[in-house]
């Protein structure tokens, strides 16, 4: 991550590339997911917010799949969730999205983070 020369995609592409299983070899899910929310932290020191969303959306997927602990994955949706509904009050239009847009991934990573945290609950309270 080299500041402001940061290329989004490419670092996007290569931590995802991570996540492809391979023949006895587990998929390092923490470690991805750390990686994702260090190229948001770099996004939002770049000013570049809705990346962050996507970044953080990122992170909860993995934290998701890792199992372990439900309430990173749901902090991370409900991060994103915040992002995405703060970008849709502040500007209209954002690289080509619009502000509904934006709503309807609020509220779909909010969605997100209630399932992850129900069924937490409910597993735990089994």
């Known amino acids: 991550m080299n500041g402001p020369s940061l290329n989004i995609h490419e670092e996007f592409k290569k ?3 991570k996540l492809k ?8 899910f923490t470690q991805v997911a750390q ?3 260090q190229l948001s932290l770099a996004m939002q020191r770049n000013g570049q917010t809705h990346y962050r969303a996507l970044c ?3 992170a909860a997927e993995c934290e998701e799949q890792n ?3 439900d ?6 949706f409900l991060s994103a969730g915040r992002i995405f509904c703060a970008t849709a009050l502040d500007e209209q239009e954002v690289y080509y999205f619009t502000s509904e847009e934006f709503i309807a991934e609020s509220i779909q990573a909010f ?5 992850v945290l129900l069924l937490s609950f409910f597993l735990f309270s089994c």
């Open 67 to 69: 199992e372990v602990s």
């Open 21 to 28: 299983k391979r023949m006895f070899r587990k998929v390092p």
């Open 56 to 58: 953080l959306l990122s």
């Open 71 to 76: 309430v990173h994955a749901a902090y991370f």
């Open 111 to 115: 969605s997100n983070a209630i399932d």
């Open 35 to 37: 990686q994702f929310v």
């Open 15 to 17: 931590i995802s590339e």
